[in-house]
Nanobody, 114 residues
């Protein structure tokens, strides 16, 4: 399984970005996809996840601003990020977990200037 993320960039505080991550390969239909991020000098942290059934989970810091969604037919997960803050800056990694298997994308950089 390979995950290809895209959509990062440089924006100003208050603006929006949409990340997408396409999965390819032998993908088990029952899985959880999501996004993690890693800020400079910090550990990687969960941002949001979504199950194949549509149940979502968000970090408290992004609730009400970020929305995770997925298109199962396209094996693609999205992260709509609104009202971005400088503290949202980091490398965003897409993630897929299916049973005992875990896969990571290559990461896409999001930089939010104040």
């Amino acid at each position: 399984v390979q995950l290809q993320a895209c959509g990062g960039g440089l924006v100003q505080a208050g603006e929006s970005l949409r990340l997408s991550c396409a999965a390819s390969g032998n993908i088990v239909s029952l899985n959880t996809e999501g996004w993690y991020r890693q800020a400079p000098g910090k550990q990687r942290e969960l941002v949001a996840t979504i199950t194949s059934g549509g149940s979502t989970n968000y970090a408290d810091s992004v609730k009400g601003r970020f929305t995770v969604s997925r298109d199962n037919a396209k094996n693609t997960v999205y992260l709509q990020m609104n009202s971005l803050k400088p503290e949202d800056t980091g490398v965003y990694y897409c993630h897929l977990r299916a049973g005992i298997y875990t896969y990571w994308g290559q990461g896409t950089l999001v930089t939010v200037s104040s």
